[in-house]
């Protein structure tokens, strides 16, 4: 079974520092991964995802992340941290996006930006 | 504009009273589901269709009802509500078919039961 595990709950950076939120997921067959963003009274929505190529991805806001199998992790990364950045940061796995495969979230990072 | 809509957005009802909370997608999406969030736990998928009249459980899905008459259409009865299903509801859709993948999300219902 595929599981996400995102280390740390609560993440502060100042403005303008790097933001690292960390992700390790499991999976029995190569994964697709996502990063999604819910600010607050929002819905998620899609930051990047990685499905197959390049195992850098780069998405909206200036985040990246890249795919390291031999670490079994996704590490979302911001090199300057903005304000408007706050919120809450969703990994997720799936083994299957083409059929009824659903999307296993992690528990979530709060990112906080101080300024 | 593109949307996932739910309703209603907040509600507090009392155990036992059956309530539903709508939800309609406007982007022809085949798959739509359902999830709850709660802290510390992340979102847990509670039903998910794959198309008009094709439901499945997905992981949390003791004390909730869904349906799928319609491709829009897909509400979230909870017949008999109880406390510990206070929570945030989000629906979800997207299309079937390769390298999909994202989730288009409503902007949630809160949901408190007493």
């Known amino acids: 079974a595929q599981s996400v595990t995102q280390l740390g709950s609560h993440v502060s950076v100042s403005e303008g520092a790097l933001v690292l939120l960390r992700c390790n997921y499991s999976s029995s067959v190569p994964p697709y991964l996502f990063w999604y963003v819910q600010y607050p009274n929002q819905g998620l929505q899609l930051l990047l995802k990685?499905?197959?190529?390049?195992?850098l991805v780069k998405g909206i806001n200036g985040f990246e992340a890249e795919f390291k199998k031999s670490e079994t992790s996704f590490h979302l990364t911001k090199p300057s941290a903005h304000m408007s950045d706050a919120a809450e940061y969703f990994c997720?796995?799936?083994?299957?996006?083409?059929?009824?495969?659903?999307?296993?979230f992690g528990t979530g990072t709060r990112l906080t930006i101080i300024p | 504009e593109a949307q996932v809509t739910q309703n209603p957005r907040y509600l507090i009802t009392v155990t036992g009273k059956k309530l539903t909370v709508t939800c309609s997608q406007n982007m022809n999406h085949e798959y739509m589901s359902w999830y709850r969030q709660d802290p510390g736990l992340g979102l847990r998928q509670i039903y998910y269709s794959m198309n008009v009249e094709v439901t499945d459980k997905g992981d949390v899905p003791e004390g909730y009802k869904v349906s799928r008459k319609e491709k829009r259409n897909f509400p979230l009865i909870l017949e008999s509500p109880s406390p510990n299903q206070t929570s945030l509801y989000f629906c979800a859709s997207r299309p079937l078919g390769p390298n999909t993948g994202e989730l288009f999300f409503g902007e949630g219902s809160r949901l408190t039961v007493l």
């Open positions: 990685y499905t197959t190529g390049a195992t």
């Open positions: 997720a796995v799936s083994e299957n996006m083409e059929g009824n495969e659903k999307l296993t």
